[in-house]
Every structure is written in C-alpha cells, then in structure tokens.
C-alpha cells in the first residue's frame, strides 16, 4: 500500500473515532431520564400517631377512596394506632363497610371515611380474666363432644381502656371531627393466641355506631 494510502485510511479510522465519541459526550451530556415518581404509602400510614394530628393525604386512600359527598349511607374504615384490642373491634353494620383491599375485588365499596382510633391505656386495671382456645381446639372439641368447653384454656386479662377516634375524609385527609367511646365491659369475640398475657377493653360496639352514626348516615354537598 502506498504511503498515500496508508494516511488516507488512518485519517479515515481516526474520524470515525472522532464521530463516535462525539456522539458519546453529546450523549452523556443530555438530561437524565425523568425520576419516577413515589409510590403512594400504604394506608396504614394514614392515621397521624397521636389524637389530633395531621393525617396523611399521599396514602392509597387518594387513588383508591371515593368521594365524601351525596347522601349516606357512607363508608367508613376504622384504623387503630397501636390498639392491643380483640380482632372484632372493627364490627360495623354492613351499610357502612368499606372494602380492605387497595381495589375492590371482594364487591365492597372503597372508604369515604376513616376513623383512626387511639386506645387510652391510662388505668391499667383488670376488668376481668378472659378464657380462649385456638380455632383449631375448638373445632376438635365441637366435632368430638358437641360444643364441649375444652378444659386447656389460654387465660388473658382484660385490662380497663377507652378510645379516642379522629374522623377523616379518606380521599383528602381533611378532619371532620372527633369523639370518644368507652371500652365493652364483655370479652372480645377473638383474639390472636400470639402468647400475650393482657388485652386492653374493645370499644363498646353499640356506642361506636352511634357515635360515627352522624358521619356515615349524612347527606353531604
């Protein structure tokens, strides 16, 4: 190859070189992809932590809840912030419950309402001394004996509690208000058996419908 040659095709490889580089910076020198935006919080961190506070508005409730308007009746979803209760705490009327999932895939309704509840675990005292089996336990024994009370019981004290509750409109986590409820003087329905000693008082179900009644049953603009 001539000396000519030679340098034309060095001249060449060292442009293209040149082009592709070039086209590297220009690339490293765009702007970068847009962040993807953040994911909403779970409800769970709906409720502010204490009575009175500020809720959460970028929670699932945003995307998921319906509007709090037209006539009632409304749904509501109670929430406790650190409630050691029974696990049928939240028993409201059918009218009012709102579905637990992110989307509705049970055929309920999403919330309108929230009512995040705080247990008051002031005075410590016994009420009384509840008795419970495993599901399992009482399945064998209902089976076995005709609804014979197993003999090998978990005992748990129900300690004197009340509840504080702080209503939010679910889609805005605008406050609506707030109201009190004592503790149910009867031991809750189930609990988990989870090794816990001490269990602090439900709400008292009949005055906790009464109390979000207001709420629920509204007509709002």
Known sequence: MRRSDRIAWWAFGIGII???GGVGVVGMLADP???EPPSPASVDKFCPPEPGG????DTYF???AEPYRGKGP???RLLFVDANTGEDADDLPSRWTASHEVTDTGGKPQAQLVACG???KAGKREIRVCEYVSESVARLYRQLSGGTRPKNTTKISLLKASYAFDIYEAKTARPLGRFK???DQACPGSV???GRTVIGQAPDAAKLRKALRPYAEATVS
Do not use: M, N, W
């Not at 500020?54 to 508005?57: D, F, G, L, Q, V």
């Open 18 to 20: 040149v082009i592709f």
């Open 54 to 57: 500020k809720a959460r508005s």
């Open 33 to 35: 992809p847009p962040p």
């Open 192 to 194: 988990k058996l989870d």
């Open 118 to 120: 705080y247990q008051d």
């Open 62 to 64: 945003k995307e998921s």
């Open 181 to 183: 409820v004592p503790g």
């Open 74 to 76: 409304h749904t509501v």
